[in-house]
């Protein structure tokens, strides 16, 4: 009993330590989330919290679905698998209420050019000209069809 | 692209479901996608890529992104004939506006896009010290935006330098795959608005993917092998000198 | 791009990690040293350094207490930081920073030097007047047994701690050159020597500390430096930083000899984008200078007012050394980008969270601590009330 007397500071010591744990025990049942550790160490909600954000662009499909007459020709033409918002740009708005937004036609002027300038870096068997060369300044729709652009192919305007 | 019966059994209720989801406009995650029955992979295809930057910027409009700061990217290469281990590269603004154009020169010139590579073993999720990223059951490599510190160890420790720390929300970001729309049948903004197809979604774990069947007939590569990390971004015709 | 020579990839052209990052293993460094300096003492029976056991043991606190800090000011959302505690992720060397360093807090640090001020703080508790009375009480637990016995027990469990404390002290700074060392995708930071050398270097920023406060210290009090304890201080000083340049020499020689992939890069930034902060400041004055200051005095007999200006000079470019080379393994580690293809530079802002105002606010501010400490805890012999008696 003389040990305990002499060492009683210790045991508060320890005890702080023990107290302290207790209390972070019971933080922690509340404080970490409900979904951790459900699929591993992480919190399982955020995998559907991923999930649910808003989607921008609709896929080709979906525009498919309603503009048949664009799929006829675009499939029979060099552009087939070009999908229609790679130049449409993000059209999910459209396909969720076709009236709510419509999209605004691309200009031929600056979005040919961004595939089709030619470049000693795009690969060599890729239809490239050079803009100026081509068509002195003239837009590409002026000739050129986008849904199925090659002239010899009916695409001509 | 031919696709045969089977693959059509599979994919017509799968767009139906996509398309039905996209009419709705909620999104939620399409009722019959269970997680354990897919492991997502990507294919680039580098004879195929043109540098248009149509991805980079379909990606920043898909996920609302910061300037500056990218989820993907595309870099060209312009390798020497002399000297294969010193290439000059350059991403100019991460080609979000294409490329300036290159004058005919001796050597070879190629694009490279780049992004999260969805490791399997990924040294980023190992570094975390909290769990605040984490491979999915379906192998995509995600952040928990509500949950991280911001410490950027996981920046450090990707060899692939796709990682960033959002100026705004001050946590880690990175390309999800496009966890949001391959859960509801859709492709990846990247590789919907890709024109010639260069980048294409797989799941490795659907027999009747097409680009499985790519994978099994074609010797593909993935960056750094020597890390070891399990890298499911599969390149095509991806050159020696490329880092 | 400003600042970028050859080419990034495009996320990395900033650097993520800030000087506050370079200031943190700094701080854990100098509390692992100045702690294994008061161990030479409890553990070691070397006697001679006794005079500077009770200031390295407060030095150690101080710096310990601000260590968070810079972590803190640094992350994205500190709020979150007790996720650490919550839900630490055991296959990341960052996760026990939350635990190591409150064991190392409490377990070993606050723990010794209770137990070794416990007789001071009873009798201050009985004796001392106004409010600090009452800290004083607090700190006594409710317990005033200081009986011969009691002390006794204080002592042999003191001891215990001090040895559990050392292995505890390598954990504090070993797992933070573990934190690097375990990166594969940084060759500059990967490599098995890492937790190694940074102990060492801790070491000797540590031991440099002490001796340099106990000097200024003494003198500010004008009291007479006890020339055979700082003789002895310098000695194992000199020992240890030989161990930590051969370390770090030897890292160096086999990154030469062997010049993986990334050499050609690395070597290209050592000797432009870090030519001054590694070799000039790192190397030249802060290792190479003091080693052949110190190894003069270890073999020449000088006087002793010589080999006072001689400790002093040694030891503040030893300080400004291992500063040096944290600097070069954070900062350095970003610089250059993991293509090997390319370098950008740092940016250090002013008057930032993360800036050059910031870091020096948080050195100083252990040293604030260390004068609230000694006037709490006094570590002179002359002041503390052991010459009234006790119980």
């Given at each position: 009993?003389?040990?305990?007397?002499?060492?009683?500071?210790?045991?508060?010591?320890?005890?702080?330590?023990?107290?302290?744990?207790?209390?972070?025990?019971?933080?922690?049942?509340?404080?970490?989330?409900?979904?951790?550790?459900?699929?591993?160490?992480?919190?399982?909600?955020?995998?559907?919290?991923?999930?649910?954000?808003?989607?921008?662009?609709?896929?080709?499909?979906?525009?498919?679905?309603?503009?048949?007459?664009?799929?006829?020709?675009?499939?029979?033409?060099?552009?087939?698998?070009?999908?229609?918002?790679?130049?449409?740009?993000?059209?999910?708005?459209?396909?969720?209420?076709?009236?709510?937004?419509?999209?605004?036609?691309?200009?031929?002027?600056?979005?040919?050019?961004?595939?089709?300038?030619?470049?000693?870096?795009?690969?060599?068997?890729?239809?490239?000209?050079?803009?100026?060369?081509?068509?002195?300044?003239?837009?590409?729709?002026?000739?050129?069809?986008?849904?199925?652009?090659?002239?010899?192919?009916?695409?001509?305007? | 692209?031919?696709?045969?019966?089977?693959?059509?059994?599979?994919?017509?209720?799968?767009?139906?479901?996509?398309?039905?989801?996209?009419?709705?406009?909620?999104?939620?995650?399409?009722?019959?996608?269970?997680?354990?029955?897919?492991?997502?992979?990507?294919?680039?295809?580098?004879?195929?890529?043109?540098?248009?930057?149509?991805?980079?910027?379909?990606?920043?409009?898909?996920?609302?992104?910061?300037?500056?700061?990218?989820?993907?990217?595309?870099?060209?290469?312009?390798?020497?004939?002399?000297?294969?281990?010193?290439?000059?590269?350059?991403?100019?603004?991460?080609?979000?506006?294409?490329?300036?154009?290159?004058?005919?020169?001796?050597?070879?010139?190629?694009?490279?896009?780049?992004?999260?590579?969805?490791?399997?073993?990924?040294?980023?999720?190992?570094?975390?010290?909290?769990?605040?990223?984490?491979?999915?059951?379906?192998?995509?490599?995600?952040?928990?935006?509500?949950?991280?510190?911001?410490?950027?160890?996981?920046?450090?420790?990707?060899?692939?330098?796709?990682?960033?720390?959002?100026?705004?929300?001050?946590?880690?970001?990175?390309?999800?795959?496009?966890?949001?729309?391959?859960?509801?049948?859709?492709?990846?903004?990247?590789?919907?608005?890709?024109?010639?197809?260069?980048?294409?979604?797989?799941?490795?774990?659907?027999?009747?993917?097409?680009?499985?069947?790519?994978?099994?007939?074609?010797?593909?590569?993935?960056?750094?092998?020597?890390?070891?990390?399990?890298?499911?971004?599969?390149?095509?015709?991806?050159?020696?000198?490329?880092? | 791009?400003?600042?970028?020579?050859?080419?990034?990839?495009?996320?990395?052209?900033?650097?993520?990690?800030?000087?506050?990052?370079?200031?943190?293993?700094?701080?854990?460094?100098?509390?692992?040293?100045?702690?294994?300096?008061?161990?030479?003492?409890?553990?070691?029976?070397?006697?001679?350094?006794?005079?500077?056991?009770?200031?390295?043991?407060?030095?150690?606190?101080?710096?310990?207490?601000?260590?968070?800090?810079?972590?803190?000011?640094?992350?994205?959302?500190?709020?979150?930081?007790?996720?650490?505690?919550?839900?630490?992720?055991?296959?990341?060397?960052?996760?026990?920073?939350?635990?190591?360093?409150?064991?190392?807090?409490?377990?070993?640090?606050?723990?010794?030097?209770?137990?070794?001020?416990?007789?001071?703080?009873?009798?201050?508790?009985?004796?001392?007047?106004?409010?600090?009375?009452?800290?004083?009480?607090?700190?006594?637990?409710?317990?005033?047994?200081?009986?011969?016995?009691?002390?006794?027990?204080?002592?042999?469990?003191?001891?215990?701690?001090?040895?559990?404390?050392?292995?505890?002290?390598?954990?504090?700074?070993?797992?933070?050159?573990?934190?690097?060392?375990?990166?594969?995708?940084?060759?500059?930071?990967?490599?098995?020597?890492?937790?190694?050398?940074?102990?060492?270097?801790?070491?000797?920023?540590?031991?440099?500390?002490?001796?340099?406060?106990?000097?200024?210290?003494?003198?500010?009090?004008?009291?007479?430096?006890?020339?055979?304890?700082?003789?002895?201080?310098?000695?194992?000083?000199?020992?240890?930083?030989?161990?930590?340049?051969?370390?770090?020499?030897?890292?160096?020689?086999?990154?030469?000899?062997?010049?993986?992939?990334?050499?050609?890069?690395?070597?290209?930034?050592v000797h432009t984008r870090l030519y001054i902060p590694h070799i000039v400041i790192q190397i030249a004055l802060g290792t190479v200078t003091p080693l052949i200051l110190l190894g003069i005095t270890q073999v020449v007999k000088l006087p002793e007012l010589v080999r006072k200006r001689m400790y002093v000079v040694a030891g503040s470019l030893a300080l400004v050394g291992i500063f040096a080379m944290r600097w070069n393994v954070v900062i350095g580690g970003q610089l250059f980008s993991k293509s090997f293809l390319g370098y950008t530079t740092y940016k250090m802002q002013l008057a930032t969270r993360e800036g050059s105002l910031m870091a020096i606010a948080l050195s100083l501010l252990p040293f604030v601590f260390l004068w609230v400490l000694t006037k709490l805890l006094p570590p002179w012999p002359e002041e503390n009330v052991s010459q009234i008696a006790g119980d």
């Open positions: 009993m003389n040990v305990f007397k002499d060492a009683g500071h210790l045991f508060r010591f320890a005890g702080l330590f023990v107290l302290a744990f207790l209390v972070f025990l019971i933080v922690r049942g509340f404080v970490v989330p409900r979904s951790f550790g459900q699929y591993g160490h992480y919190r399982g909600n955020a995998i559907s919290d991923i999930a649910a954000k808003p989607v921008k662009f609709a896929g080709h499909e979906a525009c498919e679905s309603c503009h048949t007459d664009v799929l006829d020709v675009k499939k029979a033409g060099k552009h087939a698998h070009v999908n229609c918002e790679a130049c449409h740009g993000p059209l999910a708005k459209h396909a969720d209420d076709p009236t709510a937004m419509t999209p605004v036609k691309p200009d031929t002027a600056v979005l040919c050019a961004r595939c089709h300038t030619a470049t000693a870096a795009k690969p060599k068997g890729f239809p490239q000209v050079d803009p100026e060369e081509h068509s002195s300044g003239v837009p590409c729709g002026t000739c050129h069809q986008p849904h199925s652009p090659a002239i010899d192919a009916g695409g001509a305007k | 692209m031919k696709i045969s019966r089977r693959q059509m059994l599979v994919l017509l209720p799968a767009a139906a479901v996509a398309w039905r989801s996209v009419l709705a406009g909620t999104p939620e995650q399409a009722p019959n996608y269970n997680k354990s029955e897919h492991w997502w992979g990507l294919l680039i295809d580098i004879p195929k890529c043109i540098g248009c930057g149509n991805c980079v910027r379909a990606c920043q409009a898909e996920n609302d992104l910061p300037d500056g700061f990218f989820r993907t990217w595309v870099e060209r290469y312009h390798v020497s004939d002399e000297d294969m281990t010193n290439p000059q590269v350059i991403s100019p603004d991460g080609g979000k506006e294409g490329f300036p154009v290159a004058k005919e020169d001796a050597g070879k010139y190629f694009f490279v896009p780049k992004m999260c590579n969805h490791c399997s073993d990924s040294p980023c999720t190992q570094v975390c010290p909290v769990g605040a990223t984490f491979v999915t059951p379906d192998g995509v490599v995600l952040v928990d935006q509500s949950y991280c510190l911001g410490c950027a160890y996981c920046v450090q420790a990707c060899p692939y330098g796709c990682r960033y720390i959002h100026p705004e929300k001050k946590v880690a970001d990175k390309c999800t795959l496009c966890y949001h729309r391959i859960t509801k049948g859709l492709t990846t903004a990247c590789c919907e608005s890709c024109p010639t197809g260069a980048r294409q979604l797989v799941d490795l774990k659907n027999p009747n993917d097409p680009i499985h069947e790519f994978l099994k007939t074609h010797s593909v590569q993935v960056l750094k092998p020597q890390m070891a990390t399990g890298a499911k971004a599969y390149y095509n015709g991806l050159d020696g000198s490329v880092r | 791009m400003n600042g970028v020579e050859g080419f990034m990839y495009p996320n990395e052209i900033g650097l993520q990690w800030s000087v506050l990052i370079v200031l943190y293993p700094f701080i854990t460094g100098l509390v692992a040293g100045a702690f294994i300096l008061a161990s030479l003492v409890r553990v070691f029976r070397v006697e001679a350094v006794r005079p500077t056991y009770r200031l390295a043991l407060l030095t150690a606190l101080s710096f310990l207490l601000v260590a968070p800090l810079p972590l803190q000011f640094h992350l994205g959302h500190p709020e979150r930081s007790p996720e650490m505690y919550f839900t630490p992720h055991s296959t990341s060397a960052m996760a026990m920073f939350g635990y190591v360093y409150l064991w190392y807090l409490m377990a070993v640090l606050v723990l010794e030097i209770w137990l070794d001020y416990r007789r001071e703080i009873v009798l201050e508790s009985k004796t001392a007047t106004g409010s600090v009375r009452w800290l004083y009480k607090m700190m006594t637990l409710g317990s005033d047994n200081i009986s011969e016995r009691s002390l006794h027990i204080d002592e042999r469990v003191g001891w215990i701690v001090t040895l559990i404390g050392i292995p505890s002290a390598f954990l504090l700074h070993g797992y933070v050159g573990f934190i690097f060392g375990s990166i594969k995708a940084n060759p500059w930071w990967s490599s098995p020597l890492m937790p190694v050398v940074f102990i060492f270097s801790a070491m000797v920023s540590g031991i440099a500390a002490v001796m340099l406060l106990y000097m200024a210290v003494t003198r500010l009090r004008k009291q007479k430096i006890d020339i055979r304890c700082v003789d002895t201080i310098a000695m194992y000083l000199f020992y240890i930083f030989i161990v930590d340049f051969s370390l770090e020499m030897l890292d160096l020689i086999h990154r030469i000899y062997e010049a993986d992939e990334s050499f050609r890069s690395l070597n290209f930034m």
